[in-house]
């Protein structure tokens, strides 16, 4: 078992999320692909499934599916948890802030910019 597995997700603040989520934009944005892929239409989604996006094959086969668990423990370190990802990004170790992160990106994706953007 991942040992981010046995870590509780604790509650988020989708208002201090939206301020780490600043980090993330560097690659990514919610409503279209940059770098990284867009994170509307984030929750419920097969990893490496957004069409037209080249993922890494270490993310196309992954078989994970995007809940607050799983993104919870890949935000930890995602290149320790999908070896070979090309998403080359340290990771969040405070669970607080992923746990911030995760409010504001559920929260943006139940908003308007996400409303048409899968």
């Known amino acids: 078992m991942h040992e981010a597995w046995s870590e509780p997700l604790l509650t988020g ?9 600043t980090r993330c934009l560097a ?5 279209y692909d940059r770098t990284g892929p867009r994170h509307c239409g984030l929750f419920g989604r097969k990893a490496g ?3 037209g ?21 890949f935000l930890k370190n995602p ?5 070979g990802t090309a998403m080359g990004y340290a990771g969040i170790p405070d669970p607080q802030e992923r746990a911030d992160l995760i409010a504001y990106l559920k929260r ?4 308007a910019t996400c409303a048409n953007v899968k």
């Open 108 to 111: 943006e994706n139940e908003s």
């Open 27 to 31: 690659c990514h944005a919610l409503a």
């Open 53 to 73: 996006f080249v993922y890494s094959d270490a993310m196309k086969n992954s078989k994970i599916v995007w809940t607050e668990e799983t993104l919870n423990v």
């Open 49 to 51: 499934s957004v069409k």
């Open 13 to 21: 603040n989708a208002g201090r999320g939206e301020a780490i989520y």
């Open 79 to 83: 290149m320790a948890d999908i070896p």
